[in-house]
């Protein structure tokens, strides 16, 4: 009895609940970085908080990610997207 415990529990750690790879939305050509001004399509990097989500949470390569970045942030300076969002306390 003590074996089948110690078999059930040896699972392999890497099939955690079936998830699938993340795959660079930019790679395979579903999005584009080609301007500042599509917000839309920025705020879905950024948290509510307004920060750069990093690449383990969004799931885009280092290149696309660094353009990303760079990109958000010259969204920031025109102020086409919030560089902080207002801190609701009550």
Same mark, same amino acid.
């Given at each position: ?11 392999? $750690?890497?099939?955690?609940?079936? +998830? &699938?790879?993340? %795959? #660079? ?5 579903? !999005?584009?970085? @080609? ?14 908080? $307004?920060?750069?989500?990093?690449? +383990? &949470?969004?799931? %885009? #390569? ?5 353009? !990303?970045?760079? @990109? ?19």
């Amino acid at each position: 009895m003590a074996k089948e415990r110690e078999q059930r529990s040896r699972r392999p $750690a890497n099939n955690r609940r079936g +998830r &699938r790879p993340k %795959v #660079c939305q930019f790679c395979t050509g579903e !999005l584009e970085i @080609t301007d500042y001004h599509n917000s839309k399509m920025l705020r879905r990097f950024i948290s509510d908080t $307004a920060k750069i989500l990093p690449r +383990r &949470r969004t799931g %885009v #390569c280092a290149k696309h990610q660094r353009r !990303l970045a760079t @990109t958000i942030k010259r969204a920031r300076m025109l102020a086409i997207i919030p560089i902080t969002q207002q801190l609701v306390r009550k």
